[in-house]
C-alpha cells in the first residue's frame, strides 16, 4: 500500500479564487511530480521536484506553482482559479523506478 | 529525451479474449514499469521488469522485457470487464532517474 496523499478529493470553487492542492508522502522519495489528466486523456506533467527546494516545469505550460520546503510536502497552487483549470490533478513520487500515486484531487472551477 | 510509445491507443474486445498491448522505444531502459488506472483515481503499480528477456506474471497478465530493454509487452489471456482500464507504461529516466510516462492504452472488455 503506498503512503502518499492528497487532498481535498473532490473540489469546486468559483472563478477567481485562490486554491492549494496538498500531496503528502511518507516514504522518504526525493522525487514528486505532479500531474494533470483529463477524462480518458494521458497524464500530463506539469510540475517536477528533485528534492527539498528543487522544482521545475513540466512537459505541460501550467499557471500553477509549487513548492517543496520539505522532502514529504508538495503543495500545488493556483492563484486564481479559471475554468480552463477544471481537471483530475495527480500527485506521485517516486525513488529510482517506481512511482506511486495519491488518489488525485478532482477540481471543477465554475 | 528518451520517449515510450504505446500501442494501440485504444482497444475494445468482448469478455475471454486475448489481447497484448506494447510499449516501445529508442532508448535503452534500466527498468520499465506497468500501470492501470481505473477512472477517477490514480494509477496503481502492476509490476517492474528489469532484465532483459524478463517474463513476469501476475494471474492472466503476462509482462515481457525486451532482450534490448528498449520494449515490453503485456498480454492478457482471458479477458473479464474488471480488466478495463487505462494500462500505463513508464521508466526511469537515464540521468536523474525521473519517471516518465508513455501515453498509454485505454482498454475496454464487454460482457
Known amino acids: 500500500e503506498a503512503d502518499i496523499y492528497q487532498t481535498p478529493r473532490y473540489l469546486v470553487i468559483g472563478t477567481g479564487k485562490k486554491i492549494t492542492l496538498e500531496c503528502s508522502q511518507t516514504m522518504g522519495h526525493d522525487k514528486m511530480y505532479w500531474y494533470q489528466q483529463d477524462p480518458g486523456m494521458e497524464l500530463h506533467l506539469i510540475h517536477y521536484s528533485y528534492g527539498v527546494n528543487s522544482t521545475e516545469k513540466g512537459d505541460l505550460s501550467s499557471e500553477s506553482t509549487v513548492s517543496r520546503i520539505r522532502t514529504e510536502h508538495f503543495p500545488l497552487t493556483l492563484e486564481s482559479a479559471r475554468p480552463s483549470h477544471t481537471s483530475q490533478y495527480l500527485c506521485a513520487s517516486s525513488n529510482f523506478a517506481e512511482a506511486f500515486f495519491g488518489q488525485g484531487t478532482r477540481l471543477t472551477v465554475v | ?111
Request: aromatic share 10%; net charge positive; charged share 20%.
Open chain 2, 1 to 111: 529525451t528518451q520517449l515510450l510509445e504505446q500501442s494501440p491507443q485504444f482497444l475494445s474486445i468482448q469478455e475471454g479474449e486475448n489481447l497484448t498491448v506494447y510499449c516501445n522505444s529508442s532508448s535503452v531502459f534500466s527498468s520499465l514499469q506497468w500501470y492501470r488506472q481505473e477512472p477517477g483515481e490514480g494509477p496503481v503499480l502492476l509490476v517492474t521488469v528489469v532484465t532483459g528477456g524478463e517474463v513476469k506474471k501476475l494471474k492472466r497478465l503476462t509482462f515481457q522485457f525486451g532482450d534490448a530493454r528498449k520494449d515490453s509487452s503485456l498480454h492478457i489471456t482471458a479477458a473479464q470487464p474488471g480488466d478495463t482500464g487505462l494500462y500505463l507504461c513508464a521508466g526511469p529516466q537515464r540521468v536523474g532517474f525521473k519517471t516518465i510516462f508513455g501515453a498509454g492504452t485505454r482498454l475496454f472488455v464487454k460482457a
